[in-house]
């Protein structure tokens, strides 16, 4: 009895010992984030793969993977770096600073037009409301801070959606749901496409009644370094106050400040 135990244990511990071929896949995808972390500069998929010792598609594959998930991020040059949700980055600090650069902007925005300004950031499979500087106005527009917005719906989920990468996009979507929130919410998916890559061609994005009955909302996505996008900034205001003056004027200024935005934040 005594030796059948031991030969069990025995094998036990010999098929532990020896890693599977999902955990070698792991350690393969840590060790990029390794070498990725580590880096000064963007790494080429040639580069990553001569550090892992492993084949280009094995290593494609992996990164794939994880640039879905927003822990590596490929850049215009497609080239690879850390990304927003790499183990160890400080995602407070980062928001915190992204609130600190936009304020100016923000109290600018709602200062002039006495409408509602939204600062909302992508955190991993979500975009989430980071501040609100409220409407002066009696009859408005509200938003508040950790609100999770939908990204095929409000204008600032829009904005920062439709500059993401295809795969990433579609995460975003699945994981907030699709919902018809109210009559004008489009929920089919190749209508949800040409909106994002109409929003991606002009640069704003637009919302009329989406969310809210009476509402609408203008977003603009803040660019970082490499065409980065990870937060955007909106002004909203009821339909009623919506002249075709404003209808023109709006998706300039909320561009403008998002330029201006991105540039501190290249900075």
Not at 77 to 98: A, C, K, V
Not at 108 to 132: K, P, Q, S, Y
Not at 180 to 195: C, S
Request: contains cysteine; glycine residues 6%; aromatic residues 4%.
């Amino acid at each position: 009895m005594s030796n059948v135990a031991s030969n069990v244990g025995l094998a036990i511990e010999k098929e532990s010992s020896e890693p599977s071929v999902s955990s070698r896949a792991l350690a393969k995808g840590l060790e990029i984030l390794d070498h990725l972390g580590a880096a000064d500069e963007p790494l080429s998929l040639g580069e990553i793969a001569a550090a892992t010792r492993l084949g280009k598609p094995s290593t494609l594959r992996l990164l794939q993977t994880l640039a879905s998930l927003q822990y590596v991020q490929k850049d215009a040059d497609g080239n690879y770096r850390r990304g927003i949700r790499m183990p160890g980055s400080d995602t407070q600090s980062w928001t915190e600073r992204l609130l600190s650069t936009a304020m100016t902007e923000m109290t600018r925005l709602n200062h002039d037009l006495a409408e509602t300004v939204t600062l909302a950031a992508m955190v991993g499979d979500h975009i989430r409301v980071i501040h609100t500087l409220e409407s002066s106005h009696q009859i408005r527009m509200s938003n508040y801070p950790n609100r999770i917005l939908p990204p095929y719906a409000s204008s600032l989920g829009k904005a920062i959606a439709s500059f993401q990468d295809p795969n990433h996009t579609q995460l975003l979507i699945q994981v907030f749901g699709l919902y018809q929130i109210t009559d004008k919410t489009v929920t089919e998916p190749l209508l949800i496409r040409e909106d994002l890559q109409r929003t991606r061609e002009r640069g704003y994005a637009v919302e009329f009644e989406e969310t809210v009955v009476g509402g609408c909302c203008f977003g603009a996505p803040i660019v970082e370094h490499d065409g980065l996008v990870r937060s955007g900034i909106s002004l909203s205001l009821p339909r009623t106050r919506l002249t075709p003056q404003l209808e023109e004027a709006i998706p300039k200024r909320v561009m403008e400040a998002a330029n201006r935005i991105g540039k501190k934040l290249r900075r």
